[in-house]
């Protein structure tokens, strides 16, 4: 069903038979769709958009990232991979103290960069059970442009500017993206040759002795050690992405599936468990009952998702008791439609047990989805964590090494205390749904905190209001909690809201803070769903972004 009402930018969705490729770079998506008419797969199709997208959007993807996979077979069996690397064995809070860190971990530079990254590996899992193509045939693209130039998309030329200084503090940085420290405009080249050689070994000789295992592993840790990073060669050969149980909860008839801790998955589900005791068609998209109640909802559920997550195999996370749905009836009580509940001040409804200080989880993603001519859905996700993830290259690799271990702590008591082997609690979150035992929705989006957030939206968008996949992902964003770049804990808001309904939400208690009509900072969403009555894959990309939604 489409709403007649839903927003209207001109954009239509895309809807073809075959095969679909939704990403947030037009060249990506350009790459996945030749991978599906040259007879792969969605894996096939997936991996070449997400190498891609490590030349075209180095900003937020990278060899250096980390990544997750949600597959579905077109019985919908539901299959999760984790390619998140965990802390490196002389990462412990001692090494960290003893180079004055006692507080925090340094959130760029060689420091940060303390976990292995595991993209590549998950891509060589993936390609291992669903590969059709041969390996080498998939990264032709990201070679090319990597080798030649890409042109300079919005998204890029924007956090240039934004990152202008951390790009010319670093020389290995400022060199491919700042030159003469002026940073790249729209449209100009940047050539990668450091990278294109890279991925040429990694295309010749797989994922384990083209990178974790062989040389080019050994001269990624050499090219960060000498500054302080505890990432060695024996951690990359150590190391190995997985397959794992998806977690979910049934939303009005959908199941909906996530990735486990140590994800924040288990958040969008608790959201939808909270919000479907409520009549939310009955409120109407874009209503101010239906955005106070979201972020009401948003609350609780980052509440719970502070006081646990991390990796589950350290920590037993009462996963089950949160999911439930009693849970989340007695969580409902708390909500009131007439006053806004303080952020900071939400307590989770299970206690880990020490209190430590919590910090927000920041960071940039690149989101993507995949359906085949064979009925295989891919909803995948990587990042390098923050905006040019570590702040620098590796030595000669072309490489930038994610800081995502920045986010450990170096509390005692604190669940995601920063362990040698362990993973760190991870934004990352791709997103699927299923229908009467169909694969029914691939989806997902970048952003930190917004990610759970921009699912839950574009769900309700999609079920209770009847939009159509490129309308959903269209419709007003709206944040809870710290936006990319700020430290208070606002309700922000894209300008397309009506000064009626910001006005009713500053009554209720909700910080507002208004952004521009289209930003983006809100995330880019990326979508593909399967039309059952049509016989059709319709798919949506974000305006906010770069991407394209094509199919065939």
Known sequence: MTAAHGPRTGRPPTRADRGMVSSPHYLATGAGLAALRAGGSAVDATIAVNALLCVAYPHMAGLGGDGFWLLADPDATVHGLNASGPAARAATRDYYGERGHTDVV?????????????????????????????????????IHYARHGVPVARSLADWLVEDLDLLNAESSTARLFAPEGRARREGERIAQPELARSLELIAAQGARAGFYEGDLG????????????????????????????????????????????????????????????????????????????????????????????????????????????????RRRELIRPDRAMVMAEVEPGIRFGPQARRRAPLGDTCAFSVVDDRGLVVSAIQSIYHDFGAGLVSGDTGIIPQNRGSFFSLDEG????????????????????????????????????????????????????????????????????????????????????????????????????????????????????IDFERGLLEAGADPRGDGAAIGY
Not at 250 to 268: C, I, K, L, W
Not at 462 to 468: A, E, M, V
Not at 505 to 515: D, F, S
């Open 106 to 142: 340094p959130s760029r530079g060689a420091l940060s960069a303390l976990t292995v990254p595991g993209a590549v590996d998950g891509w060589r899992l993936a390609h291992e059970r669903y590969g059709r193509l041969p390996w080498a045939d998939l990264f032709d693209d990201a």
């Open 218 to 329: 050994r001269r990624f840790c050499a090219g960060i050690a000498a500054q302080g990073s505890p990432l060695h060669p024996d951690d990359l050969a150590a190391y190995h992405a997985h397959w794992e149980e998806p977690i979910a909860t049934d939303y009005r008839g959908h199941t909906v599936y996530e990735m486990p801790s140590n994800t924040q998955g288990f958040a969008v589900l608790q959201i939808l468990n909270v919000i479907e005791g409520y009549d939310v068609t009955g409120w109407g998209d874009g209503t101010p009952d239906y955005y106070h109640h979201l972020a009401e909802a948003v609350k609780l559920a980052f509440a719970d998702r502070d006081e646990w997550l991390t990796d589950r195999h350290w920590v037993d996370i009462p996963v089950s008791e949160l999911l439930d749905k009693a849970y989340a009836a």
């Open 414 to 529: 604190h669940p995601n205390r920063m362990e040698p082997g362990k993973r760190t609690f991870h934004t990352l979150i791709p997103g699927l749904v299923c229908v009467d035992g169909r694969p029914w929705l691939a989806f997902g989006s970048m952003g930190g905190e917004g990610q759970p957030q921009s699912q839950a939206a574009l769900l309700t968008c999609l079920i209770d209001f009847g939009y159509d996949v490129q309308q959903a992902i269209e419709a007003p964003r709206w944040l809870m909690g710290r936006a990319w770049g700020t430290t208070a804990q606002d309700m922000s808001l894209e300008g397309r809201i009506s000064d009626e309904v910001v006005r009713e939400l500053q009554r209720r208690g909700q910080p507002v803070r208004m952004l521009p009509n289209w930003d983006d900072n809100m995330g880019h969403a990326q979508a593909i769903r």
